[in-house]
């Protein structure tokens, strides 16, 4: 299994890279957001990979953290939701899109995606709305890939080291979870709550977070 793929962009199609790696050249298909992020020719690039196999078809697709690639694996795992699909849902959304839209149930997001409908839309969110939490909590342990400095060896490994945690929305999100989880809350209430307080204020951090979400799940009336 290749996880990883470090290399120089050979060239970029429609909906790929090619990622020189010593000589070797990667086909790497992406969403619309992840190409959008990407360098041009000639730059160095790293990008979480998933390896797509079928009888007849080798496709690697590329992520720019694990939250994403773990999203997508997710959808997947969904009837009525191919690579195509998910590559369409995660170049809409984004990774924190998705979570936003897995836990608050809102499966018109998940519609908006080009090619999905609205029944294939609500399963996606009937039949991962419980995995929301686990994935969000990834947002405050797992790396974005690192960028790769001039004199960095470049090559392709499945065993990712640790690197520095990024601090943003994804990781207060995570770290709001975490605290809602141990007042007791369950982990889907916690989830949406996380997810549209992080919606109504992306910027936010984790103590504003927490707070905005226990106003959300303190009880009417």
């Not at 998910?86 to 090619?115: F, P, Q, T």
Request: glycine share 10%; proline share 5%; net charge negative.
């Amino acid at each position: 299994m290749i996880g990883k793929i470090a290399g120089r962009i050979d060239y970029r199609g429609e909906d790929h890279v090619l990622i020189d790696v010593k000589g070797v050249g990667y086909l790497v298909y992406c969403s619309d957001r992840t190409l959008a992020a990407l360098p041009g020719p000639g730059e160095a690039v790293a990008l979480y990979t998933d390896l797509l196999v079928r009888e007849d078809l080798l496709q690697l697709f590329g992520f720019t953290s694990l939250v994403e690639k773990e999203w997508h694996r997710l959808l997947m795992s969904v009837q009525g939701i191919g690579a195509k699909a998910s590559m369409a849902i995660m170049g809409a959304l984004g990774a924190e899109g998705v979570n936003r839209a897995i836990a608050l149930g809102d499966w018109n997001a998940v519609k908006a995606a080009k090619g999905v409908g609205p029944k294939t839309a609500q399963r996606v969110v009937n039949e991962l709305k419980d995995k929301a939490p686990t994935v969000m909590a990834m947002g405050g342990t797992a790396p974005d890939v690192p960028v790769i400095e001039e004199t960095e060896v470049i090559e392709p490994v499945t065993a990712l080291k640790a690197q520095p945690v990024p601090k943003g929305n994804m990781a207060a999100q995570s770290e709001a979870l975490s605290a809602l989880s141990n007042l007791g809350y369950a982990p889907g209430e916690a989830a949406g709550a996380v997810a549209q307080a992080a919606g109504e204020a992306p910027e936010t951090d984790t103590a504003t977070l927490i707070r905005e979400a226990l106003k959300l799940l303190a009880p009417k009336g």
